[in-house]
């Protein structure tokens, strides 16, 4: 009987130390998933906040290439806005000096009332005119165009983009310098007609004085 209960005894404590093993792996186990667990979570973390870097960054970088390209365009504008200033300063001015030469040719055409021009002198006063009013129609068109153009800048809503804007300066600017020399060929010409009336007027009002004198003499 004593043999029996020692036996018993014996394979109780057995039975203690296999479950506290058991406990002890399972408490092993337990903390290893944790840990498995937590390392996840910390690695998904991670992975988001990089993610959320790469986003961020890509938007940087576009962004900033939004910015360059509106830069661009801006100071392109800006140079273009510039040239078309100083084209419609130019305009004027030709405008100015065109409408002078005509008042001025207008005034001094007839230095002298004692001598008629010829139909030759006619014909070319009548052709110069034409020519002048032809200058005046493309500087009104010109102006025109400007004024158009000045509108839209002062709106705000430039409906052509950079590079119509940009062939509309190229044109303007042949143009303006097309008109410019036409007009100087104009002003020689009043200058070149001028002299020659006005020596036609000499020459007739030395005529009739001689004529006068010897008029006098046979008096």
Not at 92 to 116: C, G, H, K, Y
Not at 140 to 148: A, D, I, M, V, W
Not at 169 to 193: P, R, S
Request: charged share 30%; proline share 1%.
């Amino acid at each position: 009987m004593k043999l029996a209960v020692e036996q018993h005894c014996e394979e109780k404590t057995k039975v203690q130390i296999k479950m506290e093993n058991l406990l002890q792996e399972n408490d092993r186990l337990l903390t290893q998933a944790l840990s498995v667990e937590i390392v996840n979570i910390v690695v998904h973390e991670n992975i988001k906040s990089v993610c959320l870097n790469v986003t961020a960054c890509a938007h940087c970088v576009t962004t900033e290439t939004e910015l360059k390209t509106d830069f661009l365009k801006k100071e392109c504008y800006d140079t273009l806005l510039q040239k078309y200033n100083t084209l419609e300063k130019h305009c004027i001015t030709l405008e100015v000096n065109n409408q002078l030469n005509t008042e001025i040719f207008q005034r001094d055409a007839w230095p002298s009332q004692e001598s008629a021009p010829t139909f030759a002198e006619l014909f070319e006063i009548n052709n110069l005119k034409a020519q002048a009013q032809a200058k005046d129609t493309v500087i009104l068109k010109l102006k025109e165009k400007l004024n158009s153009l000045n509108g839209d800048v002062k709106d705000g809503n430039v409906k052509r983009d950079v590079e119509e804007i940009e062939t509309l300066n190229i044109k303007l600017d042949h143009k303006v310098t097309k008109l410019a020399a036409e007009n100087d060929h104009l002003k020689q010409t009043y200058n070149q007609f001028y002299d020659s009336i006005k020596s036609s007027c000499v020459r007739s009002k030395e005529q009739c004085d001689d004529l006068i004198n010897k008029v006098n003499l046979k008096s």
